[in-house]
């Protein structure tokens, strides 16, 4: 079988999506088994360089965002389930920090699984 991979999936693991990054890893070991030939374009391989960068500054973004969107009017503070709903705002915002944090470091050190993986890909595909 041969496989060729669009950068619009690769870049795709690095934004929202539903897409799995195990369904990638599965054609890649397929291709480590030789069940199936991955072919890789050069100019592929040059897009998803050139654009990671934008597409992980798009989703930090809109996580970003995500923090910032549950803010609670005054007049609602005394409704029976403020508090509770405070403390998980709390809990959330620490979190989120939390992942940002972490995110940060490994998207600096281009050790997101999906980096590992597509790295991967691309000193082993066949290249055109």
């Given at each position: 079988m041969h496989i060729f991979?669009?950068?619009n999936i690769l870049l795709s693991f690095?934004?929202?999506t539903s897409e799995d990054l195990n369904?990638?890893?599965d054609v890649f070991v397929s291709h480590k088994k030789k069940a199936a030939v991955l072919h890789l374009t050069d100019q592929v391989?040059?897009?998803f360089r050139r654009n990671r960068e934008a597409k992980i500054a798009d989703a930090i973004s809109k996580f970003k965002s995500a923090a910032s969107a549950a803010q609670i009017p005054n007049f609602m503070r005394f409704l029976d389930d403020f508090e509770a709903l405070d403390e998980a705002g709390k809990t959330f915002r620490?979190?989120?920090a939390a992942i940002l944090k972490a995110a940060n470091e490994e998207i600096l050190g281009r050790t997101l699984p999906a980096d590992r993986l597509i790295d991967l890909m691309f000193k082993r595909a066949k290249p055109h």
């Open positions: 991979v669009d950068t690095f934004h929202f369904s990638l890893n391989c040059n897009e620490k979190l989120h």
